[in-house]
């Protein structure tokens, strides 16, 4: 069993064209959480919050993962891709050797929330060609049992004998990536990779 090492309070912030948002790391000191780079939530149900959006903006050497709960967000890049994240919805992006894009809200009013998760690439992946994949949220794979249900949205994972495999697999920094619902007063024990760094948001 692993003990818990930082407790983090994530602070309200804003990016973006004035997005608001709470940022639970990212900046300061990135080798702490190698290869996590940053971590956000977007979590609003007032359209003057989230209506800006993220204009045209360039990244490299990493990627990100969009995972929306709640909401409707448009992506589009500079390579021609293009598409829309509903309810449930991720969004992996490389952007590698370097990608301009947008992620704007396509909607006026009502709730938004999710997530926005960098994942750093190897020095030796960094100049790789730039790839997309959205990933609807009917086809990622779940676990469901008595207590408890999970998204596999990345990696493999083994809980009380149900093995499943997420719905994005082969990435070099083997990320483990779900979404848990546990009954309150359950415990449930998540098989981690030693060496790997283990973060939980709550």
């Known amino acids: 069993?692993?003990?818990?090492?930082?407790?983090?309070?994530?602070?309200?912030?804003?990016?973006?064209?004035?997005?608001?948002?709470?940022?639970?790391?990212?900046?300061?000191?990135?080798?702490?959480?190698?290869?996590?780079?940053?971590?956000?939530?977007?979590?609003?149900?007032?359209a003057a919050d989230y209506i800006a959006g993220f204009p045209e903006h360039?990244?490299?050497?990493?990627?990100?993962?969009?995972?929306?709960l709640e909401g409707n967000m448009e992506h589009e890049d500079n390579l021609g891709n293009k598409g829309l994240l509903r309810n449930?919805?991720?969004?992996?992006?490389?952007?590698?050797?370097?990608?301009?894009?947008?992620?704007?809200?396509?909607?006026?009013?009502g709730k938004m929330r999710g997530f926005q998760l960098w994942v750093n690439l190897p020095a030796a992946e960094k100049m790789k060609s730039a790839s997309w994949k959205d990933i609807p949220g009917a086809s990622i794979p779940e676990i469901?049992?008595?207590?408890?249900?999970?998204?596999?949205?990345?990696?493999?994972v083994d809980i009380n004998s149900s093995k499943v495999k997420g719905a994005v697999s082969g990435i070099s920094t083997d990320p483990l990536y779900l979404d848990i619902h546990l009954v309150a007063g359950k415990q449930v024990s998540i098989p981690v990779v030693d060496g790997h760094t283990a973060l939980i948001y709550v």
């Open 88 to 109: 449930g919805d991720v969004q992996w992006m490389t952007a590698a050797h370097g990608i301009i894009h947008s992620e704007m809200p396509k909607q006026i009013e």
């Open 58 to 68: 360039p990244h490299r050497g990493f990627e990100t993962v969009t995972y929306m």
């Open 1 to 46: 069993m692993r003990k818990i090492k930082e407790i983090i309070q994530s602070r309200a912030t804003s990016d973006g064209a004035g997005v608001k948002l709470n940022r639970v790391f990212g900046g300061n000191q990135p080798q702490r959480f190698d290869p996590f780079l940053l971590l956000d939530e977007f979590n609003s149900d007032e």
């Open 144 to 156: 469901s049992q008595q207590d408890l249900y999970v998204k596999v949205i990345a990696g493999e």
